[in-house]
């Protein structure tokens, strides 16, 4: 017997279960049939903000940034190559604070960009301030004990 876990769907949300040991199968999902991780950041919205944040067995990484932050975006692609090296341990997600303020003032966001580490819920750890790829990993895992 295998332990399941959830894993909310990129795309279209589903909450998909899977035996813990096919997570690195590139599964797809059983509603829209996308892959589940395709190794780069998801746009997190009021839609599937909860699903990730919340229902997820994987911790939720999320950048809060918006579109005229210089620092957001130059950390940009550090934090694409940071998906694709923490996938499918992780899930990694950009939030626009622009677009997304009742998210953005529910954790208090007042610089960007600031990296929340979820689990279950839960806010692990906090970060302001633009980083590297390899910072971020080495921050996800080590807040997260993998
Ligand atoms: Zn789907």
Same mark, same amino acid.
């Given at each position: $017997?295998?332990?399941? $876990?959830?894993?909310?769907?990129?795309? &279209?949300?589903?909450?998909? #279960?899977? @035996?813990?040991?096919?997570?690195?199968?590139? !599964?797809?999902c !059983?509603? *829209?049939?996308k892959? %589940?991780?395709? =190794?780069?950041?998801?746009?997190?919205?009021?839609?599937?903000?909860?699903?990730h944040a919340?229902?997820?067995?994987? @911790?939720?990484?999320?950048?809060?940034?918006?579109?005229? &932050? =210089?620092? *957001?975006? /130059? $950390?940009?692609?550090?934090?694409?190559s940071?998906?694709?090296? %923490?996938?499918?341990l992780f899930?990694?997600?950009? %939030?626009?604070?622009?677009e997304? #303020?009742?998210?953005?003032? #529910?954790? /208090?966001?007042?610089?960007?960009?600031?990296?929340? %580490?979820?689990?279950? !819920?839960k806010e692990?750890?906090?970060?302001?301030?633009? $980083?590297?790829?390899?910072?971020?990993t080495?921050?996800a895992?080590s807040?997260? =004990? #993998?």
């Amino acid at each position: $017997m295998t332990e399941s $876990m959830f894993i909310p769907c990129p795309h &279209c949300s589903a909450i998909n #279960r899977i @035996p813990a040991d096919r997570l690195y199968d590139h !599964g797809t999902c !059983g509603r *829209c049939k996308k892959g %589940l991780f395709d =190794g780069r950041p998801i746009e997190l919205s009021a839609a599937n903000f909860e699903a990730h944040a919340v229902r997820g067995d994987v @911790p939720l990484l999320v950048d809060f940034w918006a579109p005229w &932050c =210089g620092p *957001c975006r /130059s $950390m940009a692609p550090a934090f694409s190559s940071a998906a694709a090296q %923490l996938e499918p341990l992780f899930r990694l997600g950009k %939030l626009n604070t622009e677009e997304e #303020r009742e998210i953005a003032s #529910r954790y /208090s966001i007042r610089s960007i960009p600031t990296l929340i %580490l979820f689990h279950r !819920g839960k806010e692990l750890a906090r970060q302001s301030g633009a $980083m590297g790829s390899d910072e971020i990993t080495r921050w996800a895992r080590s807040h997260a =004990g #993998r």
